[in-house]
């Protein structure tokens, strides 16, 4: 029974990974029998993976025309950011400033995604982790973007991560409350970017 649903696991694994890295750029088609032929599977299990991401929220299903990478507009970038920033609040506001990894790098995008991403794993909340999960996956097309219209911030980093190891979490709720104020402010320049750049290439 398992090996049935081999199928169906590969599609959604590699849908999934591809729309977190943000391959799939800005409300580009996810056409089922070129994912499909990419995949070496047959279109059924294909369709079922796009039908739960659309389940989810992870893409667009429009009647009619098919599966499509989301497409944001400027409030809809924002309101992804606000929400990223009450996660990471929840998470300040639970935190019992374990020690965190040692490789989360200081230089790029990653580097404070996976601050952010400790941040929620050490509260231990399953849901938590889950939503933010599933919020960074529809984040996902975004964040290259916003590297390049943003910049580096690393100060930005360097504080946060100063407030956290000195168990400061009212600094650390400030910072947090700094960086998602940035965000959210870019978030019309991000999407006109994404659609400027429209940086889909279907690889898998």
Not at 41 to 61: F, K, N, Q, Y
């Amino acid at each position: 029974m398992v090996r049935s649903r081999e199928p169906y696991v590969l599609a959604f694994s590699a849908l999934a990974a591809g729309l977190a890295e943000g391959r799939y750029g800005w409300g580009r088609p996810l056409v089922v029998t070129e994912i499909a032929a990419a995949l070496h599977l047959s279109p059924t299990p294909v369709r079922e993976a796009l039908a739960r991401l659309a389940g989810e929220g992870l893409i667009d299903h429009r009647p009619g025309y098919g599966y499509a990478s989301l497409a944001f507009t400027g409030a809809d970038l924002a309101d992804l950011y606000a929400l990223h920033e009450l996660h990471l609040l929840e998470a300040a506001g639970r935190s019992a400033f374990n020690a965190l990894p040692k490789d989360l790098g200081e230089d790029d995008v990653r580097a404070i995604e996976g601050f952010f991403r400790a941040l929620v794993l050490r509260t231990g909340s399953r849901a938590l982790d889950r939503a933010h999960r599933r919020l960074m996956a529809q984040l996902g097309p975004a964040l290259r973007v916003e590297a390049q219209v943003l910049g580096p911030d690393r100060n930005g980093l360097r504080r946060q991560r100063a407030c956290y190891d000195a168990q400061d979490r009212v600094g650390l709720i400030e910072e947090i409350q700094r960086w998602h104020e940035r965000r959210k402010q870019s978030s019309r320049a991000v999407v006109e970017a994404m659609r400027a750049a429209d940086q889909s290439i279907f690889q898998i």
